[in-house]
């Protein structure tokens, strides 16, 4: 840090105020998590300066033997965390590697059938402010009113009905776990190719405490730095057979250069979740989630679907008399980062929304267990009881930074 603060003080000023943040406040959206300091280090390695178009051994450069070898390390790494035919670690996010997916199998106009973006579908599902929806012509599909479950019985009319190319499982914001078996079957029945997109459930499929795709799915996309907590960063699995086209669609077609640094954090992240703690880890989000939904609903919140499976849960606000925008504000001011997200068959507008979406992958990360989660379902209940007392909210704030602080944080604490 003391270099980046003598030559920059400004940017090293933002960055230490975000580690301070990162140690007080109780970070519960789904998608974040903290990287170890291992992982940190590679991401901030000279390999960031390396060009490296192509893939270990076929590359467009010369000096490529360091970078080929951590590239090699994160595939095979990838391939036994997985136990998949073939890993692309080089997407750049997760948004690109759904990119590269689609390049690699459809043309433009191609049906595929998704799930509604309102109701847990990720933006590349098929929304039409996304390129996945300019594309293609996206077919969705959602969940349950009584239920709230994704709705199998709809997912396999629609695609007797409009026979997609390619049917996209996983979401963005369901809190159950998702029938990968059943979608494997629809898909085989209506002779469509099946691709999961395990973004944020890839770190407890790796855990074992969420049935994995990889045998029933053609392709399946993550990201790399939710619940499997590596950097910033994606790949793509998939069956031998479709090697060559994935390869091909994530260079030349949708990306450049890979990112060097990323891809040897991603082999270090890879190595961590190999190692059995990893599995506890898992273990433990998975039982977090369940302790704090039920804080928050003995507190009188309403839970969708009555619980969760996973790692997050989604939160009806309607019963306080609060909207989600207001709550993630009052909650931020209270030290309690959270997300406003649409609730199933939400009546209000998305920038404002019934509900919040909370997760437990960062603070299980800080080890955090189910008797702190109690204290965090109490935190977040009075704050959203003062919701219109700054000074209340702000009195938390203190008590949340004095809580929170004790906890260690990977990658900031230890770095
Ligand atoms: C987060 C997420 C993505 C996109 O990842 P980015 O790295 O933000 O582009 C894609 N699909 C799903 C299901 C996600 O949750």
Redesign the pocket.
Known sequence: MSILSTQDPDVAKAIADDERRLVDELVLIA?ENYASAAVREATGSVMTNKYAEGYPGRRYYAGTEFVDRVEILAQERAKELFGCDHANVQPH???QA?MAAYFAKLSPEDVVLGMRLDQGG?L?HGSPVNFSGRLYDFVSYGLNRETELIDYDEVEELAKKYRPKLIVC???AYPREIDFERFGAIAKETGALLMA?I??IAGLIAGGVHQSPIPVADIVTT?TH?TLRGPRG?MIMCKEEHRKSIDSAVFPRVQGGPFMHQIAAKAVAFKEALQPEFKEYARRIVENAKALASGLSAGGLRIISGGTDNHLMLVDLTPLGVNGREAQDGLRAAGIITNRNSIPFDKLPPMVTSGLRLGTPALSSRDMGVQEMARVADFILEALHGLDDPVELQRIRGRVADFAGAYPAPGVTDA
Do not use: L, V
């Open positions: 998608s996010s997760g948004s759904n990720h590349t996983g979401a963005t997109d973004a944020h990201t939710k994606a």
